[in-house]
């Protein structure tokens, strides 16, 4: 069955990026243990938002989005051989503007660097931002290379290259930080870093492309009217990219004016939220656009229609309760992973909490966009995405201005992830009408009554848990580490039993179970 194949890659896809987010959660607990929420570590994280920029426009956003239907096509209609020279005129034109791009970028970031008005916050940033953006190259080549290995049903090595940038600042956070007494070197090294990650996750997936038939020789791309098709296509995903990422960009730079702290407030509890959907919704929009290709080349929209439904039904299963154990559980949890005595302290984890229980209702809604708007991409419809991504945008800066000018100081970085949800739920709501009108409709109201219902159970669950972990806290001395561990754990692993003993009758538990039990073919 479709279903089960689909949940089986992503078993796959979902395997490696727990092992990424473990890693990533391990990198950013000595992040927080070094910097917590200083100047520092709120510059390296603002910095870092311009080379990921570029990455989601060149890379597994736009890119991918336009490029892997037309191989998927290409590959079924000419052959493999044809689909292989068109990825290699698409590397080599990617090539060229990417260093176009990295060029002027370090270009203009060094005439900023220059300017006697810079405060100190804004000429860290810059200066960390010069140094990252050739990072920008290798990811966006390696997202490409991650497509391609996608497309033809290979997820592992490009599932496990995202781990290399956790490992490589894990590697200079454990062995490089303690050996550098100056605060400023070590953010710079942490910088470099990131660019050395790059290199490692593009040079890993090499020879698996290799094996596949891709050639990595410089090839004329200028006469080929698939390589224009692609252009034309990837311009509105490029735009809708990069109408999305403003989003970032508007919190990032309005937390830097709120506060030096609410910049890395907002990561940390930004973190959380990315741990469950990279988990599940990225590993199955991962398995979807190539699937969702493969049935739009064969003119069959009901069965995306299908798959789509049975894949958020999937999701709301897992996400709902995910959401609320992170609302009922937002302060213990920052508590334990980034509290170990050092930067990160009380005080950064109640601000951090305060993002975060704001931010866990967005899972919900973050989650299904990942899996519609693969949907569009299937259809060779990039435009959607963009026209509805503008009025995001366009909210989520009315909502973000109300938050910073209505609420206290130290609560408007918490109202700015309230608006960020407000505002892409709204998106969400746009594009599952319009798609509606693409495809045979989805039915919503099946999906509405399903979602109430895992609610319900959710909330019944996230109740007892708190009761739970409560008595926990009163037992134990949670002064220390193990102890609030041992709480966090055992509330976690009685949340989930609780939920999958309310929900034993449910056919989504099922279907996942056998799922998870599937051995690879």
């Known amino acids: 069955m479709?279903?089960?194949?689909?949940?089986?890659s992503a078993r796959t896809v979902g395997g490696f990026t727990l092992m990424s987010r473990c890693f990533g959660l391990l990198r950013d607990i000595l992040i927080a243990y070094h910097l917590g929420t200083s100047l520092l570590a709120s510059a390296f994280f603002v910095a870092f938002t311009l080379p990921n920029l570029f990455r989601r426009l060149f890379g597994e956003g736009a890119l991918s989005a336009a490029f892997i239907p037309l191989f998927v096509e290409t590959r079924e209609k000419e052959g493999a051989p044809a689909a292989w020279?068109?990825?290699q005129r698409v590397g080599t034109l990617l090539t060229l503007l990417l260093l176009l791009i990295t060029l002027i970028g370090i270009g203009l970031l060094t005439l900023g660097l220059q300017l006697d008005t810079l405060s100190p916050s804004w000429h860290t940033t810059l200066s960390l931002a010069r140094i990252m953006l050739p990072y920008l190259i290798f990811i966006c080549l390696a997202?490409?290379?991650?497509g391609l290995l996608n497309a033809g049903g290979h997820f592992t090595i490009s599932a496990f290259a995202p781990t290399l940038l956790n490992l490589t600042l894990i590697a200079s956070l454990t062995l490089c930080f303690p050996r550098i007494a100056c605060q400023p070197d070590q953010i710079h090294l942490l910088a470099w870093s990131v660019l050395i990650a790059g290199i490692l996750q593009l040079g890993i997936q090499i020879p698996s492309l290799s094996k596949q038939g891709a050639r990595f020789r410089p090839a004329l791309f200028h006469q080929d009217p698939r390589v224009k098709?692609?252009?034309l296509l990837m311009g509105p995903a490029a735009l809708g990219?990069?109408?999305t990422q403003f989003n970032v960009v508007i919190d990032r730079l309005l937390a830097l004016w709120i506060g030096d702290w609410a910049p890395a407030a907002l990561f940390y509890s930004e973190r959380m939220i990315y741990f469950p959907l990279g988990l599940i919704a990225t590993a199955l929009g991962t398995v979807l656009l190539p699937t969702f290709s493969n049935q739009a080349a064969q003119a069959d929209r009901a069965a995306i229609t299908t798959t789509l439904t049975t894949t958020l039904r999937h999701m709301l299963y897992i996400m709902i309760p995910a959401a609320v154990g992170l609302l009922w559980l937002s302060a213990?949890?920052?508590?334990t992973l980034f509290n170990w005595q050092g930067a990160f302290d009380a005080n950064s984890t109640c601000l951090a909490a305060r993002a975060l229980a704001c931010y866990a209702p967005g899972l919900i809604i973050f989650s299904a966009a990942k899996l519609i708007v693969p949907a569009f991409y299937a259809l060779q419809d990039t435009r959607t995405p963009v026209r509805i991504g503008i009025r995001v945008v366009g909210l989520n800066l009315l909502f973000n201005l109300l938050a910073v000018w209505l609420l206290p100081t130290y609560w408007k970085h918490a109202g700015m992830a309230a608006a960020t949800v407000l505002a892409e739920g709204i998106g969400m709501l746009l594009l599952i009408r319009t798609l509606n009108?693409?495809?045979p409709p989805l039915p919503s109201r099946s999906l509405i009554?399903?979602?109430a219902q895992h609610l319900g159970r959710a909330l019944i669950m996230g109740a007892l848990t708190g009761l739970f972990f409560s008595f926990l806290f009163q037992l134990l001395p949670f002064a220390e580490k193990i102890n609030q561990l041992i709480a966090l754990t055992s509330a976690i692993a009685f949340g989930i039993t609780t939920y999958l003993l309310l929900s034993r009758s449910r056919p989504e538990q099922q279907e996942i179970i056998q799922a998870l039990r599937r051995k690879s073919k």
């Open 241 to 243: 990219v990069a109408v």
């Open 85 to 87: 020279k068109l990825a």
């Open 229 to 231: 098709k692609m252009l």
């Open 2 to 8: 479709q279903a089960n194949r689909i949940l089986h």
């Open 449 to 451: 009554t399903d979602a």
């Open 143 to 146: 997202a490409l290379s991650m």
């Open 437 to 439: 009108k693409r495809l």
């Open 332 to 335: 213990p949890i920052l508590t």
